[in-house]
């Protein structure tokens, strides 16, 4: 299988073009596709040069390879002949030319680390490494972090226990204020997984069970005293000798994005029409699954299209804006609500717009690195949103205006093309109404003549307008998200108008 990167390397900034994807790339040749490659590497045609052989590569052997054509890369303790793929790069030659002849696996990491390059480039593999690249090497090869005496204190642990119907792993996290957002677990196939996320860290209990056990999972968080509990329910009741085969992550803490993605199947449940040409998407999680997506972070979804997996990352929303701002909305955990941009020439939307309902598509764990305390401390929010920008928007806002007591103003600017295009306008018009400290405002960049608000770009002056503390010295956090160049434009604006680094998040992949 394939699993196909939009941009495996970031472009120079003079031949940016940014596609809305939201990744800048480089303008490709006609019949260079993403879906143009995945043909040739369907076509049985020699990629590598090497007839199918694999052969082992010296360090100086790998460096020899280094023009454009004859350019061969190493990735994780693997080398690829790069050369046949050039042209179809979104980042564009330039990029993948800063790796030639090299290891390029911390200039891959830096950009996607999610892509599944080994699926992609499979057809141009020369072979492995004989001697380990400088580089440490990620996923691929064993990798188990040696951690100094402190780290280990830190290091939770697990036991588990049973009774005639059920099956109890506690974990113990040595940490206060655990919460269901931290815990991340699955029960597919005899196979039990369960995540816990500590800081930047991820602890994985991960073990082929030794019994069958039925299809739910109870996870119960002790919060204060940091300890979780997973109950399964045995399928049989009968004593079990050993919970289970510790499988290869068993029991290992390292840094979260040292573990690979996981991925777990979900329902498409619903359908329902956003605007002309976004949709909400309601998928359901196995019930053998407790997975909370936490504010401000994204999943990746994956499909084969083509016979060819290919990765995308969403924003999980709520499935509306609640304007019963009282309590925090509370939701069961059961689904994931995507709103979803289908682009007309749109590899990975137009295959998921064809997904029926009933059919299913893997979903991973989340990622992203906005911090919920971000904005508990916050007295005025700025929420600059474009296009399906607004996503991260969602849960932020309904976040903010529940249970941030210090909050005095939240402010969303929503920069869409035309009024047709603008997501939610009702929903949020209305809890403008609702709540006197959320005001919203939407600019137009190509509105009909119709239009009586404001119409513009994201610039200067329209900042300085609209971002401004409600008091001297107030706590300010502004978020941005939207087509990397409107947020990169945006966040230089706000760094001019003498926001801090601290005071901005934008969003990003
Ligand atoms: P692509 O096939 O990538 O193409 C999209 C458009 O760009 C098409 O019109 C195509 O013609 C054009 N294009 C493709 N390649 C190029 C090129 N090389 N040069 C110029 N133009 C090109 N989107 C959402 O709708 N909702 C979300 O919640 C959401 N969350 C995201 C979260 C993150 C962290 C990130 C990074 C992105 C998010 N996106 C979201 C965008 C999403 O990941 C996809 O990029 C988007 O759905 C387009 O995918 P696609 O395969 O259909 O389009
Ligand atoms: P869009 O409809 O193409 O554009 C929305 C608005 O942004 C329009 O007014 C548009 O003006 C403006 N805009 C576009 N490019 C700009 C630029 N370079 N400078 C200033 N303004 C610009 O947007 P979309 O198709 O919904 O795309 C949304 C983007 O958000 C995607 O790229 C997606 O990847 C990204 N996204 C990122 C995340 C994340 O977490 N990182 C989450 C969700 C979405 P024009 O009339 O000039 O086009």
Redesign the pocket.
Known sequence: MLNVPPQAFPAPRSQQR??????AKVPLKPGRSLMDWIRLTKSGKDLTGLKGRLTEVTEDELAKHNKKEDCWICIRGFVYNVTPYMEYHPGGEDELMKAAGTDGTDLFDQVHRWVNYESMLKECLVGRMAVKPVSAPKGMLPEKKILGASAKDLTPSYDWFQTDSLITIVIYTKQKNMNAELVIVDCQDKQLRGEIIVDDHSYLVEIGLDHAVQGDVAVNIAEKIGKVEITLKKKDNIHWKMLGQHLESHNTFIKRTDRGLFYRKCKLISKTEVTHDTKLLCLMLPESTHLHVPTGQ?VYLKQIIAGTEVVK???PVLPFLPLDLKEPSRHDGAYIYLMI?I?SCGLFTQALDHLQIGDYISVSNPE?NFKKSQVQTSEDLFLLA???????MVKLLSCALTEVSCLRTVKLIF???TED?ILWRNQLEQLALKDERFEVQF????PTKDWVGKQG??SLSLLSEFVKRSKKDSKVLICI???????E?GVQYLKDLGYSQEEIHA???
């Open positions: 940014v596609a809305a994807g939201g990744r994204h990352p969403y924003t941009k682009y992203g474009a296009g399906t920008g607004f996503t991260p920069f869409n093309k295009d600019i137009l960049s190509q770009k994201i998200c939207g087509p990397t160049p409107f947020t434009q969003f990003t992949a």
